[in-house]
Every structure is written in structure tokens, then in C-alpha cells.
């Protein structure tokens, strides 16, 4: 991944002069040459991506283990605010394992395999279900990238934190091409202002460009009223001949036999988002030996990747794929076996 592009109102700590950022956008250079920002009541944060228009930046855990720094998350005292919140309900369980590791998501890096697991959902369903059979571990208001819906059972929490900031204003500076940064030659010495420079050069003057514009709109205008007229002209001969021919099928239409109703040959989506899940480690192994790549996209699977076994034959896909292959045909892409629904006595939604 390309690393993301340092300046204003970021400053480098130590490799940079304090007017090249804004208060609160110091960031370091980790021993692994990851960018740290660090936020006042959360700590360090790797910056993965940032966005100067939007006024954005992505954020991660320098330890892979997100889901642990989002336990804490203060976002007070920051610049930074989320784009969207969703409140997540973490439990602790370790009732029925087995099972909850084929219905449920579970977050690797603060989980026990063998004694207990950590689920984060924001289902309303399944936080009724887990909290008769779990122990709840925390409400937290997470800053997503987009809301997830109501029937996603839960999440790992890896994605990136996506974050705003409305201070300074450089967005539409950024997007006409300027560089943002502080204004020194104010009359006011006492204010610091933030100001636009480096405009990129428009070329041409604005009457050129008005006088070319106007040669390339009225030519093409022109050129599409003549379109749009013979367009006119070839819909009413054909809605001529449409009405001869409706005319002369009214007479045999008792004898045409009704249409039968589509049928959709595939899954129902209850049936599918009640096959297991596994979501990949660096070191994981799929139900079968030979499963290195989806059968239907053809692409190898690679760690924190979500795939999805069928029960009937246990063949595995990406969860993905197979989610969008099952609602068009009910059965297995490799051995045609026609997949059954899970118990619904067991089902918490």
C-alpha cells in the first residue's frame, strides 16, 4: 500500500518546523517506518490513508489487535471527530463454542479458541440472543466507514477508523489545487490566520475560454436538436405500426394462454447467512487441503479474508461470492449439492 502524503496541516515531529502543521496533527515515524498519530487520551495510531479535500484520515492499530484500542477510544482533546458512529455491544462467551463459531464472527485477536470468544455486533437480534448467553463486555460508539446493517450477525472490527476534521479549513483550498498553511504576511501580528497560495496557472484568460466554450456548445446543441428530432420521428412511425399490429391480436387474445409466474430457483437470504464463516489468519487452513483459491472468482485466498462453507459438502468460497451465487442457483458451484437450512430452533434472529 502506497504511504499516505505528509503536509499541512500534518507536520513530521522532529524532522519538521512547528508552522508547517496545525495543533494537533504532529505525527512520528515508528522503528518500522509506519506514520504514528498520536491522538491525546488513545494513544498511537498508524495513519493508512488520508484524504486533504474531504478532510479525512484512516487510522489503524500498530499491533493489528484494532478491536482491543477500540475498548478505549477517547476521541476528546483531538482535532478529530468519526464520519459515522454505530454503537457495537462486545460479549464475552464461552457457552456453546462450537456453535457460535459457525453463526457468529469473532474477534481472533481478543478470543481463546479453546475457552471463550469475543463478538462485537450491532444487531439488535443477536445482542437479545448473546446477552441470555454471554457475559456483556462493553457498549462503544465505533467510528466506521460506512454504518453497517442490521442483518450483518457481527464483525471483527479490523476496517480502518475513518475520521474527520473540521479545523483548519484547507478542503476547498486543497481542491482547486492551492497549498494550505498559515498566513504570516497578516497586518495583525497577534492572529495567525490560514491562507491559500501556489494556485496552479490558468493558462488561457477567461474571455478566451468563454468565447471557446460558446464555439463548442452551439455547434453540439445544434447537432443534438437535429438528433433528438429524427429520434421523434422514428418513435411515431413505430408507435404506427404498433398500433396496426395491436389491432390485429385483439382478436386471438383468448386464445393466448396466460404467462407463468417467474420462479427464483435460488436460496432464500436466511438460509444463506446461516452458513458458517471463517475469517482467515496468516496461518489458517481451510476444511479442506487442497481449498487455496474461491472456486468461483478463481482468486487465492489471503489472510483477514471473510469465506464461507456449505454444510451439506463443506466446500469453501469467499463469502462474497457465494453469498451472490446462491440466490440465483440452490446449490453447490463444485458438486451440485442442493444445501438445506440450519436448525431453526438454535436461531437467535
Not at 29 to 46: T, V, Y
Not at 72 to 77: E, H, V
Not at 184 to 191: E, G, I, P, V
Not at 254 to 278: F, V
Amino acid at each position: 500500500m502506497k504511504e499516505p502524503t505528509i503536509k499541512f496541516p500534518f507536520q513530521i515531529k522532529e524532522k519538521q518546523p512547528k508552522t508547517c502543521g496545525y495543533p494537533g496533527f504532529r505525527v512520528s515515524c515508528s522503528e518500522k517506518g509506519q506514520i504514528l498519530l498520536k491522538l491525546p487520551n488513545s494513544g498511537e495510531f498508524i495513519i493508512k490513508a488520508i484524504n486533504y479535500v474531504t478532510q479525512q484520515v484512516w487510522l489503524n492499530d500498530p499491533n493489528n489487535c484494532l478491536p482491543k484500542r477500540i475498548l478505549s477510544l477517547n476521541l476528546s482533546g483531538s482535532p478529530f471527530d468519526a464520519v459515522y458512529y454505530q454503537q457495537f455491544t462486545f460479549f464475552n462467551c464461552s457457552f456453546n463454542l462450537e456453535y457460535l463459531s459457525y453463526r457468529y464472527n469473532h474477534i481472533s485477536c481478543l478470543s481463546d479458541s479453546n475457552r471463550y470468544h469475543v463478538i462485537a455486533t450491532s444487531s439488535s437480534n443477536v445482542v437479545t440472543y448473546l446477552a441470555s448467553v454471554c457475559e456483556l463486555v462493553k457498549k462503544v460508539n465505533v467510528p466506521v466507514q460506512l454504518p453497517i446493517y442490521d442483518h450483518v450477525l457481527s464483525t471483527d472490527l479490523t476496517d480502518d477508523l475513518r475520521l474527520s476534521w473540521e479545523l483548519p479549513p484547507c478542503g476547498r483550498c486543497e481542491s482547486h489545487g492551492g497549498r494550505c498553511g498559515f498566513n504570516f504576511n497578516t497586518t495583525n501580528s497577534s492572529t495567525i490566520e490560514i491562507g491559500c497560495s501556489n494556485f496552479p496557472s490558468k493558462g488561457i484568460s477567461e474571455r478566451v475560454s468563454y468565447i471557446m466554450a460558446l464555439c463548442i456548445l452551439v455547434p453540439a446543441l445544434l447537432c443534438l436538436v437535429a438528433i433528438f428530432t429524427w429520434i421523434c420521428n422514428r418513435f411515431k412511425l413505430v408507435a404506427q405500426g404498433w398500433a396496426w399490429r395491436i389491432e390485429r391480436v385483439a382478436d386471438f387474445e383468448p386464445l393466448i394462454s396466460p404467462q407463468l409466474p417467474t420462479t427464483i430457483l435460488g436460496l432464500d437470504r436466511p438460509t444463506i447467512e446461516s452458513y458458517p464463516k471463517i475469517v482467515l489468519d496468516e496461518n489458517q487452513l481451510l476444511l479442506k487441503p487442497n481449498d487455496e483459491a474461491c472456486p468461483i472468482c478463481l482468486s487465492e485466498y489471503r489472510p483477514k479474508e471473510t469465506v464461507k462453507h456449505i454444510p451439506e459438502c463443506r466446500h469453501c468460497f469467499h463469502a462474497q461470492c457465494i453469498d451472490e451465487w446462491l440466490p440465483l442457483n440452490a446449490s453447490c458451484p463444485i458438486c451440485r449439492t442442493s444445501p438445506q437450512m440450519l436448525p431453526q430452533s438454535i436461531d437467535p434472529s
